[in-house]
């Protein structure tokens, strides 16, 4: 039986309920073991504390935002002038760009579906929003009846829990239409380390078009750091909102251990960790779609995504059903009810599965997985 307390949670309440199990699978953070590339850095933490306790903390930040943003592709990120904030983690950023929205807009379109804590801390602020479905966001233009309804635009690229991206002539053409109507055009790209279609140049694209834009990047998706990770918030330097005073309002900075570990994880990826973990967030998807090969009225919608979460469509199964079974027997997953902000009927047959955890752990995750769904 499914009680209303589980159907009302937000989704983060429900990954709440996950945290000491060992067979979580609901949260997007990094939860799979270290590499030995990664042991490495996290067997020398003192010599990186030693280093960031003795560094000018401004040396620290460069050096950090230098080795992420190239990693990821994002060699044009405004790094020289100021305008990348280093916050606690993504949702802080989130906090700061929405209270400095709020003095100069009160509509806005998002992306649909998505996260929750998005638009929860949106109309958290008192921004209203209008959902901007994927297929329309993806389909081409924007009607300028929409962008001349509201004061931004905000869209999660790669999509949670979609994994849809917008390509690169797509994002140049969105920008292009947020200036012809002034529309402050937000991204959030926590998810973009796991797929390569995601790392084209998206800070030349936004600086080229002349739009007023804001860009949530987040370092806690990626590598297993037990959350100790970087929220950055990049601003176009047209922006015209209070984003620096509102930043000095909620912190003076990260601490310089996470700026020097951020940068040590940077490197490894660049080392070839980055192509190592999409080939293990691959794998880790094939072994989940293989486990439930052959269950009768399942299918996975997300063909394309590369994402390190993956939606397993339940058939005629209320996702709730199986969410609530799956945690009788300890397995926690995401119904995605809540994903679908504007209209939550729209997850009632869909439930996301975190694939950042060791293979092993999801390979006995999945056979009970498969079970559940038998029964159901
Ligand atoms: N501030 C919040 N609510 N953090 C949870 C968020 O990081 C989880 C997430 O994004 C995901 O599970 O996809």
């Known amino acids: 039986p499914v009680a209303s307390k589980d159907v009302e949670a937000n989704l983060t309440q429900l990954e709440y309920l996950a945290l000491n199990s060992s067979m979580n699978l609901a949260d997007g953070h990094a939860r799979q073991f270290l590499t030995p590339g990664q042991a490495v850095i996290i067997d020398d933490l003192a010599n990186i504390f030693r280093e960031s306790e003795t560094t000018p903390v401004e040396e620290l930040e460069i050096r950090a935002h230098q080795a992420f943003f190239g990693v990821l592709g994002q060699h044009s990120y405004p790094g020289a002038d100021g305008r990348v904030l280093a916050c606690y983690s993504s949702s802080v950023a989130m906090e ?28 958290g602020v008192g921004i209203t929003l209008t959902p901007l479905e994927e297929d329309v966001l993806h389909g081409g233009d924007l009607d300028a009846r929409l962008l001349d309804s509201v004061g931004a635009v905000f869209v999660t690229t790669p999509n949670n829990p979609t994994g849809r991206v917008v390509p690169e002539e797509r994002l140049r053409r969105l920008a292009e239409q947020c200036r012809e109507h002034d529309v402050v055009l937000c991204l959030d790209t926590s998810f973009r380390g796991f797929d390569i279609s995601a790392q084209y140049d998206h800070y030349a694209v936004l600086e080229g078009s002349g739009c007023r834009w804001a860009v949530v990047e987040d370092t806690g998706k990626l590598w297993p750091t037990l959350d100790l990770k970087i929220g950055w918030l990049v601003t176009s330097a047209n922006l015209g909102l209070p984003v620096g005073k509102i930043y000095s309002d909620i912190l003076l900075g990260v601490s310089p251990m996470i700026l020097t570990l951020v940068r040590r994880f940077a490197e490894d990826a660049a080392d070839g960790g980055l192509a190592d973990l999409q080939k293990f967030i691959q794998h880790n998807r094939t072994v989940l779609r293989t486990a439930l090969d052959g269950v009768p009225g399942i299918h996975f919608p997300d063909l394309h995504s590369r994402g390190s979460v993956e939606r397993i469509h339940t058939g005629t199964r209320s996702s709730m059903e199986v969410w609530s079974a799956l945690r009788d027997r300890g397995v926690y997953a995401l119904p995605c009810h809540k994903f679908h902000w504007a209209d939550p009927a729209g997850g009632d047959s869909t439930l996301r599965i975190a694939l950042a955890r060791s293979t092993e752990s999801l390979t006995e995750c999945a056979r009970i997985i498969r079970e559940v769904l038998l029964e159901l």
Not at 96 to 115: E, G, N, Q, W, Y
């Open 96 to 123: 700061i760009l929405s209270r400095s929205l709020v003095t100069k807009i009160d509509r806005m379109a998002l992306v649909h579906p998505t996260f929750d804590n998005i638009p929860d801390i949106l109309r």
